[in-house]
């Protein structure tokens, strides 16, 4: 289980998991307090917010901790000493630009491998984000999700780069575009099913 959750991408997205798992469950036990069981609960719209809850761990697991962190405490629970090794504070780096840039001026070669893996990455994880929103949350519309999906990003990258990683722009850009697309994905699905609903409901002629 070590190796497996410290090595390779499925390793870094396994480590997000128990996080995720943990935080769920608290938010379910608390959740089920306070709400009041007079009347039958919106059973659709909780499992929602549970799940959006579960993600934003597991994202902040992803993004917000120090690189290694997470290797950090299975080797410390396998060893019972603290020798993997987390980047210290401000130590990663700032890259201000765009790979697309760097492809066009030869910089890059290509964009196979490890960059593209990191360049999909960051636009998938940051997908369901804004596909959870319209589901959620009512104050966030088609004209506030691009201020949103601008400053959730650059709001990550800050605390990213205080924790020893690195500032990327890449990540800025596709992370805005995975927000917005997500959230446009979502209103679309949702206006459809209305639509349908509807059809259903309406005498037929």
Known sequence: MYELMTSGTFGRFLQAVPPALLVGLVYAVCR?????????????????RLLFVCYLAGLAAL???????????LYFLRTGSFEYGSPPPFSGGINLVPALVRLLTGEYSGLGGWVTEMLVGNFLMFLPLGAF?????????GRSIFAVAALVPLAVETVQLAVGRSFDVDD???????IVCGFFAAKAVAAAAVRR?????SPSK
């Open 133 to 141: 929103l319209p589901f959620v949350t009512d104050r966030v519309t």
């Open 197 to 201: 609903v509807r059809g259903k409901a």
């Open 32 to 48: 089920a307090a306070a709400l009041h069981w007079n009347r039958p609960p919106a059973w659709g719209r909780e499992v929602v």
């Open 172 to 178: 800025l850009i596709l992370n805005f575009a995975g």
């Open 63 to 73: 993004v917000l901790a120090p690189q290694n962190l997470w290797g950090d405490i």
